[in-house]
């Protein structure tokens, strides 16, 4: 029998992030407390928007490329679940999205993760190995949709004859 770690971690983060409050309010004060937080918020803002945007691109260069996109794929889940996990208010939270910031744990997440979660690229989305060939290259047309001669009105005045 499997010992549920993360639902108890889930029932128990709100009581850790009071704790950690109470801890840093005595130590620096209210003010900076609040202070802390609400600059940790910003921060997550700011990479949820900046990273969404680069993770994209560099999944996008990995599939071009014909490599699986998997990892990158991963490393942009968990650098975005690190952006939300900055939003939410508390220092656990915060510590612990710092660390998912680190590339040597987010390999080692990847290390774990890899083995349990099943990538399908070949054929899906428009991920292709390199040298495979689409099995459906035909473009059905009724006779009066296609001519020779582009109309005047035409956005496609040339015909690429590759």
Known sequence: MRFPVIPLFLLALPFLEIA????VGRQIGVF????????????????LRVQGFGIMARIRAEADAGRDPGRQLANGVMILFAGVLLVVPGFVTDILALLLFLPPVRSFAWRFLKRRIVVASAGFGGFQRPGAQSRDKSIDLDPGEYSETPRPDSPWRT???N
């Open 32 to 47: 900076w407390t609040l202070a802390l937080v609400i600059a940790a918020g910003m921060a997550g803002l700011i990479v």
């Open 159 to 161: 015909i690429d004859r």
């Open 20 to 23: 950690g409050f109470v801890v």
